[in-house]
């Protein structure tokens, strides 16, 4: 068996973006920018107001207060040629509205008074004040660099503002899902069995990063349903498979391996939860085989399949980064596997403490539903772990407090 951490290096070096494509920015959103993208326009377009007030000179307001003729009125989309700002004159100016010649400075409406058609000002302002520049945020050619950054709200407001209606993106990975054993039953399945809850797992997870699985349903514990199936799912990228995975009678993913001619990478880590999780290919089909416990199979879809979804997806920053938590209550380690107990984290006194599940069994699924992280417990630790040893913890459902 293998380490968890080579484990996760092992498939990181194997998988790579699939391709790259053009989307229109009403299809971008939560892609990941594949390539550098040009400001097609320069923002602002020219000298504009950023507060409603006057356009002055700011050689006229050297003495304060004084009394300007207002020439008329300036708004946001309005044409300014041919307007010019004179000595002892003024334009009342809305926001965002072009600054006209000869005006180099906004006098906001707080600080003057008008009447008939003459405006006092009554404080000194500085040259250049309330005046947005042509290009200060961006100009026409300009790069714009969210290369592995995933385009939210905010980026696609960078993008479409610029003019783009078009934007690079990676290709996303096709995924499938199946899961076996003669055990399972799907949802409203009046017989007796186990619900298959881990393919209904790992479909939602994949939603959360917009690929949408393809689920090729339940294998049953023998060699030529399992086979069929991985037939069909070689046209995929990703070949998610659940349970069947070990040395037993019946585990249809080991006895099928052969006739399959799949090509393993790894296969068992030491690790608790999830020891009989595998990694390899079927063709040009990268294959991630999960245990079938609920709890391991949540494990290893958060430390291994996201951040290899990521890189194919082409972010950036693809790996999970674990934080320092204390631990609140002593934790038992019988083994030198590396342990990754479910923990809820709670972040008080600018400390994070993380509080233990009472039990710790693979197939407790309200462990994964209550908890929000992953302790890693060292192999090298062995015995009581006491309370207050500092671990490292990977979140996977944390929001701070506020």
Known sequence: ?????????????????????????????????????????????YNDAAMDGYAVKHDDIQIIPVKLKVKGTIKAGDRVN??????????????????????????????????NGVVEILKPKKNGANIRLKGEDIKCGDTID????????????????????????YKKPSVCVISTGDELVHLGDPNDG????????VRSLLNQFGI???????SKDNSEDFIQKMKS?????????????????????TNSEKELNIEWFFKYVRQKPGKPFAFGKLG???????????????????FYLI??????????DYKHTPIKAILTEPVKKRNDRVHFNRVKVEYKDKKFYAKPFETQGSNIIQSIATCNGFAMIEENLIGTIETGTEVDVFLYDFNFPG
């Not at 799912?233 to 993913?253: P, Q």
């Not at 951040?307 to 950036?316: C, F």
């Open 1 to 45: 068996m293998i380490a968890p951490l080579e484990a996760l290096n092992i498939i990181l070096r194997n998988v790579k973006p699939v391709g790259k494509e053009l989307v229109s920015v009403f299809e971008a959103s939560g892609r990941v920018v594949s390539g550098s993208i040009k400001a097609l326009r320069t923002l602002p377009p």
């Open 82 to 115: 041919g307007l010019k700002v004179e000595n002892g004159e003024c334009f009342r100016i809305m926001t965002g509205a072009p600054v006209p010649e000869g005006a180099d400075t906004v006098v906001e409406f707080e600080v003057t008074k008008e009447k």
């Open 146 to 169: 969210f290369k592995g950054e995933i385009i939210t709200p905010y980026r696609l407001s960078r993008v479409v503002s610029t003019g783009n209606v078009f934007t690079p993106v």
């Open 194 to 201: 186990i619900v298959d809850s881990n393919s209904f797992f």
């Open 212 to 218: 949408e699985a393809g689920y090729l349903g339940i």
């Open 233 to 253: 799912a070689m046209e995929y990228d990703i070949i998610i498979t659940t349970a069947g995975i070990s040395f037993g009678d019946y585990d249809v993913v």
């Open 284 to 302: 040009k089909s990268f294959i991630f085989s999960f245990p079938g416990n609920p709890v391991s199979t949540a494990f290893c879809s958060f």
């Open 307 to 316: 951040p290899a979804l990521k890189k194919m997806l082409g972010i950036k």
